[in-house]
């Protein structure tokens, strides 16, 4: 369950939606919480979001929460379902495994290569 791989973005204009995907090589153990955070072009790495995989809790910033939703499906794969996005959502958007229901990237092992997310005004 070591690599995950993200895809699903693109280009797109303010107010339109994505849905970004992530799926892990293997099983995504049941303790495990998945991540997603995303850097803007210049900045650091931020988090958005994050699920706890056996409970299904989650966990948003506040630039996001109502916008996106993070949701899962069988056992390896989570989305982020992006709506009503932002020129400020510009951004390469990674997930992230680990095992602390964390908003801080220091605490996830495992990261994608991340996907380009670009919202034109």
């Known amino acids: 369950q070591g690599q995950l791989v993200e895809s699903g973005g693109g280009s797109v204009q303010a107010g339109m939606s994505l849905r970004l995907s992530c799926s892990a090589s293997g099983r995504i153990y049941s303790s495990s919480v998945m991540g997603w955070f995303r850097q803007p072009p210049g900045k650091e790495r931020e988090f958005v979001g994050l699920i706890r995989w056996n409970t299904g809790r989650t966990l948003y910033s506040d630039s996001v929460k109502g916008r996106f939703t993070i949701s899962k499906e069988g056992a390896s794969t989570v989305y982020l379902q992006m709506n009503r996005l932002e020129p400020e959502d510009t951004a390469v958007y990674y997930c992230?495994?680990?095992?602390?229901?964390?908003?801080?990237?220091?605490?996830?092992?495992?990261w994608g290569q991340g996907t380009q997310v670009t919202v034109g005004s």
């Open positions: 992230a495994r680990g095992s602390q229901y964390s908003t801080s990237l220091h605490d996830y092992n495992y």
